[in-house]
């Protein structure tokens, strides 16, 4: 049987704040939702090494840092092997005695999709086939938000970027959005996990797993930007929780090769609620959606075989 | 926001460290607004689905008894620091008792 | 001194790429994380042995690739962790990108470079094409010339990157195959722990250490970026101070030195050739026939070629007649193309010192210089001094036409 999670309620969720405000996200960046919630989990003994990205630039511009835990950035596409680095050492330091061997310092490596699917994937599958202990946070806002919105390997078919315009003969992004948890899952580490923050207590659950366990870990969690997907602010979290509930974005875990999905969803809404509240899908017709529709579908029957029960459930409304 | 003094290379720590943790207090991104976000204590469950959402964080817990018009009482409350909301209305939307109203800034 | 007692030497049959293993195992290295390539394989071959062997207590990382050997060494020395890695050629433009980051947090990561020509065509021989294009990232770049200096040189190289004034990374370089793969007899310590006194463990450079929380690698905006620049040319300026003393204190320790710059008969010579790495030794041996003869010829050898010893140089200079600069690299598209060569006509001007200096591009992709070259090359720059000649483009020995 599965523990019993450790966030429950909201009531279980820390006081303390280990990202301070005064940071430049844009106003309803759910990047801040998720990082803020992030360190409340990992707590003060943390080291986060971040890719280049939003969260960077927005949250150390010189002389103000919005980290209360050491935190380091290199560069774009070498988060996890500095991370690597950073884990190698403390196990040497620990074992000269140089620092308490006793004490447990977690290492987070924090990317955006650019970061992980595209430009930081040499480096990434290297630390999970070297077994380091650090949880990879992958926060996934389908495209290069940093530089101004161009589509990326995390980019869903169809969507709108600034380098995948909607012309006369091509409407969006032509490829599908890489399967890049299952590709980590693929390196047979022991503990991978899509979460949103729409199910706050969903994804600190699996921050807190990714933490405890004995090995690398890697959260992917999905983070609605209100610039690059257009829509109004006030949406983000609303928009999280679509997604979940549409099947787009199914929340579940592999620990120990044991695949789950944690959030079930009775009823299952259409892809339309999802996508009418984006701009970057405001080109699509009936015939597009249905399309998707059926691809999602097909998704939900592979998932729910996979699980064997019916876990994501029929199309209602 | 805040103007920090520009330091010389002598004086500033090595290699762009910043060694305050946290100092990005020092920025009031409160500016931003043009709406904002009231909470109405009496209409407020305490529910704290606003105070996880926030992304700045500009929600904070006040642990101060606090006694609805209709009598009910809670050990603390919530407030919007508008020092640093942004004024996203994300914690408006996602309010279930509706307890959060959203007023245009003056200009 | 009391230490020069302590340590009992072992003379080993070493190439430089042993030599350089045997120095990272006695700085009592923490990580070391690296990538094979050619010709530095067999250096963290023989440091995997020692970590499989128990001598050396250190991670190794074996990393997917160079640009994470430097992310990895970045990160460990991020958090106060002595750290090495190695490389060449292909693999050291590869890290570039974090040369500059790493000298830019100001991290006393040590790397031994052996020399080697760039792609393309391919080569895997040596030349110095790769070590000259570090230039400009503010890495403090040391040259050796023998497999006893490599060793010597690595374990500086933390004395002096881990001082206070100085808080960059050093580079040590020597000539790929020609010293990564020839033996020679090194002196190492009998002990591992013969230079814990030199070389303390005492990380005193920013850390991440969640005690005291900083944040490193933050964005610097027009108005802060260009200060934090400045602090690097100051330290780079410093270490050349703490690279003589880091020597001296060597030398008087264990009885080796080597100074920064290396000469002989520079004094009231006629002609003072200049080089760096393991021509020199070809240099010596050339030279000794033409003094046979009875020509007054100074040599020098640049150990140090960032940050660039000018004054030094000058003063050589100003003893000479005129200089001539065996380069082993390439700068394309100007007429001055030796790297070396064009450090010192800046610095000639910078001191109003009037000086012929003859650039000559030699041993690109280990082309052999011989005895030969050396007498013929001296033969030329005699008829160009009689003649009056100023060079007006540098001259590319030994291309046929």
Redo the contacts between chains.
């Keep these: 049987m599965m523990a019993k999670p450790y966030f429950r309620t909201v009531y279980d969720v820390p006081r303390e704040e280990y990202l301070a405000p005064g940071h430049g996200l844009c106003a309803g960046c759910t990047a801040g939702t998720i990082v803020k919630l992030l360190l409340k989990v990992a707590g003060p003994n943390t080291i986060v090494v971040n890719a280049t990205g939003c969260v960077e630039v927005s949250t150390t511009p010189f002389p103000y840092t919005s980290w209360k835990v050491p935190w380091i950035h290199v560069a774009f596409e070498n988060t996890a092997a500095v991370a690597s680095g950073i884990e190698s050492a403390l196990k040497a330091l620990k074992a000269k005695g140089m620092i308490d061997p006793a004490k447990r310092i977690n290492i987070i490596a924090l990317a955006g999709d650019g970061g992980t699917y595209d430009i930081g994937f040499q480096a990434l599958s290297g630390m999970l086939e070297r077994g380091h202990k650090v949880m990879y946070v992958l926060y996934d806002n389908e495209a290069y938000m940093n530089t101004g919105i161009q589509r990326s390997g995390g980019t869903p078919e169809y969507a709108w970027t600034t380098t995948t315009p909607v012309g006369k003969i091509l409407k969006g992004k032509v490829q599908q959005k890489k399967p890049i948890a299952e590709i980590v899952a693929a390196h047979r580490i022991p503990y991978v996990a899509t979460a949103n923050p729409g199910y706050f207590a969903d994804m600190m659950n699996k921050f807190k797993k990714g933490l405890e366990v004995e090995g690398p870990s890697f959260v992917h969690v999905l983070q609605p930007c209100t610039t690059g997907w257009k829509f109004d602010p006030r949406y983000g979290i609303v928009l999280a929780r679509l997604a979940t509930e549409t099947a787009l974005w199914i929340n579940w875990q592999q620990e120990e090769g044991q695949f789950s999905v944690t959030v079930s969803v009775p009823r299952r809404k259409h892809v339309k609620h999802y996508f009418e509240l984006q701009g970057r899908f405001s080109h699509l017709t009936e015939e597009d959606i249905e399309k998707i529709q059926k691809e999602v579908d097909l998704e939900v029957d592979r998932i729910n075989k996979l699980v064997g029960r019916t876990v994501i459930g029929p199309l209602v409304e | 926001m805040t103007q920090e003094k520009l330091l010389g290379w002598k004086e500033l720590p090595l290699g762009g460290a910043i060694l305050e943790p946290g100092n990005s207090e020092r920025r009031y991104t409160g500016d931003w607004r043009t709406f904002k976000p009231v909470i109405l204590q009496d209409k407020c469950t305490r529910c704290l689905r606003c105070w996880i959402v926030c992304p700045e964080p500009a929600i904070y817990i006040i642990d101060e008894p606090y006694t609805t018009k209709s009598g009910r009482q809670f050990k603390f409350s919530v407030e919007v620091n508008y020092d640093y909301c942004k004024g996203c209305g994300m914690c408006v939307e996602e309010c279930e008792p509706k307890a959060i109203d959203w007023i245009e800034e003056e200009k | 001194m009391e230490s020069v007692l302590k340590v009992t030497w072992k003379r080993l049959p070493l190439s430089t790429n042993f030599a350089i293993a045997q120095a990272v195992k006695d700085s009592d290295v ?2 070391v ?1 690296a990538y094979p390539i050619t010709p530095q394989t067999t250096v963290v071959e023989r440091i995997s042995e020692f970590i499989a062997n128990g001598e050396l ?3 190794m ?5 160079e ?3 430097m ?11 002595r ?1 090495f890695t190695a490389t060449a050629a292909q693999g050291l433009e590869l890290m570039h ?2 040369l500059h ?1 790493a000298s ?3 991290l006393p990561i040590v790397m031994s470079v052996a020399a080697r020509a760039l792609s393309a065509p391919l080569s895997i021989w040596g030349d110095y094409s790769d070590v000259m294009n570090v230039r400009d990232t503010s890495w403090i770049i040391i040259i050796a010339s023998t497999a006893q200096e490599a060793y010597d040189s690595v374990i500086q190289a933390y004395r002096i990157a881990e001082d206070p004034r100085v ?1 960059l990374p050093v580079l040590v370089a020597y000539d790929g195959y020609a010293m990564s793969h020839t033996y020679e007899p090194v002196y190492v310590s009998e002990k591992s722990d013969a230079f814990k006194d030199y070389i303390p ?1 005492n990380p005193r ?2 850390t ?3 005690e005291k ?9 027009p ?2 970026f260009y ?2 620049k ?2 690097q040319v ?1 330290a780079m300026k410093n270490a050349l101070d703490v690279v003589k003393e880091a020597d001296d204190e060597y030398g008087k320790r264990y009885e080796r030195k080597y100074g920064i710059i290396e000469e002989e008969g520079v004094e009231g010579s006629d002609i003072t050739f200049v080089t760096y790495g393991g021509l020199y030794g070809t240099l010596k041996e050339s030279i000794e026939e033409l003094r046979k003869k009875g020509e007054q010829i100074g040599l020098a050898r640049i150990r140090l070629f960032r940050p660039f010893p000018s004054e030094m140089l000058a003063d050589i200079a100003e003893k000479a007649k005129a200089l001539v600069v065996l380069d082993r690299a390439i700068t394309f598209g100007v007429n001055i193309s030796g790297p070396v060569a064009r450090e010192i006509i800046s610095s000639l001007y910078a001191r109003g010192i009037e000086r012929n200096v003859y650039s000559f591009i030699v041993g690109i992709g280990q082309r052999t210089v011989t005895e030969k070259d050396i007498i013929a090359i001296y033969e030329k720059v005699k008829e160009m001094l009689a003649s009056h000649e100023r060079q007006k483009e540098s001259i590319y020995w030994g291309v046929r036409e």
């Excluded at chain 3, 992310?71 to 962790?81: F, L, P, W």
């Design positions: 923490d990580v994380s207590k250190a991670e990382i074996h990393v997917e690739s640009h994470s050997a992310s990895a060494a970045i990160g460990a020395s991020a958090v106060g962790a750290t990108e974090l980051i830019g947090l100001r808080f463990k450079w920013y991440l250490n969640p929380p900083i944040t490193m690698g933050a964005m610097a905006s108005e802060w200060e934090f400045y602090q100051v």
